[in-house]
């Protein structure tokens, strides 16, 4: 294999996997199987892969009851394949309550226990959370080597930074999870092979981070007032100069992780339809 360097765009990944889902939607159509649940957020995306979209507003004062009622309706509903709930929800309602009442098989944004436990277990009915395989459907799509190799993970969220590492572990990674107060951060992202960053602070990572050879996924997303746009964590031109491979932000992860979603529609259908 041939080393990589420059940037690492995330459309050509994003776009072969859409190739795989349209391909997936298309067998499902043919089995009769088209009503397929998603998010507002990626309709053009799921509209692109042959998805289609149900959307089910409710009113900012919805109570607690009839939100897990309406849930449970679409759990219910088999012409429904995927749930997405948008968060942060309105402060009167429990947000863990109404994550646990998603069907693990319709959890496509990998936001229930089950769906936890098919990351950190290895077995369940649910899905990652879609930005950390985003990550892993990046690097293999730009091949880059995770069996023996150094990774290191810098944030520790339950929707990024705990879950690619597991992810990393089951590609045979030594996965090693740092936060902004581990000891000489620098020093030890300069070691690894891999870097994952999703710390949430923009671009806190500079030039001292890194060196010639690495492989860095910036997962962060940043306002910045300063330049009046959007950054990921990483300073990716400081990164760049230092000879590592990067991903951009914007045109990195996000554009992976949309495709990961509409994946995830796909393929909890071909599950449904398979019982």
């Known amino acids: 294999m041939e080393n990589i360097s420059g940037t690492l765009r995330g459309k050509p990944a994003a776009d072969a996997l859409d190739l795989e889902?349209?391909?997936?939607?298309?067998?499902?159509?043919?089995?009769g199987s088209e009503d397929l649940s998603y998010e507002r957020g990626a309709m053009k995306r799921c509209a692109a892969d042959g998805i289609e979209v149900r959307q089910v507003l409710l009113p900012e004062?919805?109570?607690?009851?009839?939100?897990?009622?309406?849930?449970?309706?679409?759990?219910?509903?088999?012409?429904v394949h995927g749930i997405l709930m948008f968060r942060p929800l309105p402060k009167t309602l429990d947000e863990q309550a109404a994550c646990a009442v998603i069907l693990p098989e319709k959890d496509v944004d990998g936001v229930t226990a089950g769906s936890m436990a098919a990351v950190y277990a290895g077995k369940g009915a649910g899905f990652a959370p879609c930005t950390a395989e985003a990550v892993i459907t990046m690097l293999r799509y730009y091949q880059v080597p995770l069996r023996g190799s150094r990774a290191v993970v810098v944030g520790r969220s339950l929707v990024i930074g705990k879950p690619v590492a597991m992810l990393l572990l089951a590609e045979h990674a030594t996965v090693t999870i740092c936060h902004s107060?581990?000891?000489d951060l620098p020093a030890v992202t300069r070691e690894a092979d891999l870097v994952v960053a999703a710390l949430g602070r923009a671009e806190f990572l500079g030039a001292e981070y890194f060196r010639a050879g690495q492989t860095v996924i910036d997962v962060g997303i940043n306002w910045s007032g300063s330049k009046q746009k959007l950054v990921g964590d990483v300073d990716t031109e400081a990164a760049l100069q230092a000879g590592a491979a990067v991903s951009p932000v914007p045109g990195?992860?996000?554009?992976?992780?949309?495709?990961?979603?509409?994946?995830?529609?796909?393929r909890a259908a071909q599950r449904q339809a398979e019982v």
């Open 61 to 79: 004062d919805v109570s607690q009851a009839e939100l897990l009622g309406r849930i449970q309706d679409l759990n219910e509903d088999s012409t």
């Open 21 to 31: 889902t349209k391909k997936a939607v298309q067998a499902l159509r043919e089995r």
């Open 181 to 183: 107060r581990t000891t």
């Open 252 to 266: 990195g992860v996000g554009s992976v992780t949309t495709a990961v979603l509409a994946s995830h529609v796909a």
